[in-house]
Nanobody, 125 residues
Framework: VQLQASGGGLVQAGGSLRLSCAAS????????RAWFRQAPGKEREFVAA????????YYRDSVKGRFTISRDNAKNTFYLQMNSLKPEDTAIYYC???????????????????WGQGTLVTVSS
């Protein structure tokens, strides 16, 4: 299984970006899917996740109301729409997926078995 993240770039504060994560080798349809990010000198942190059936979404507090995670099972892709970006959102964003994890682990990076390569998001002030 390979995950390919894309969509990062340089944007001014207040702007928007949409990240995509496409899978090859396995369908996403029954996977927990998530986005994490890692800023320079900091640990990787949870950003957002969507449950196996897509009914539930989860966000870290600092992105609630600004970021939206969504999926398109037909394209075997999921997304992170990021609006009202702030300089503190600057980081490498990683997509992750897992087909066997339990719901309570959804925000824990080490519990995801599959990761994309990361895409850099830079927000200028």
């Amino acid at each position: 299984v390979q995950l390919q993240a894309s969509g990062g770039g340089l944007v001014q504060a207040g702007g928007s970006l949409r990240l995509s994560c496409a899978a090859s080798g396995r369908t996403f349809s029954n996977a927990v899917r998530a986005w994490f990010r890692q800023a320079p000198g900091k640990e990787r942190e949870f950003v957002a996740a969507i449950s196996r059936n897509g009914a539930n979404t989860y966000y870290r507090d600092s992105v609630k109301g600004r970021f939206t995670i969504s999926r398109d099972n037909a394209k075997n892709t999921f997304y992170l729409q990021m609006n009202s970006l702030k300089p503190e959102d600057t980081a490498i964003y990683y997509c992750a997926a897992d087909w066997t994890m339990i719901q309570s682990s959804i925000g824990t990076a080490r519990d995801y078995d599959y990761w994309g390569q990361g895409t850099l998001v830079t927000v200028s002030s």
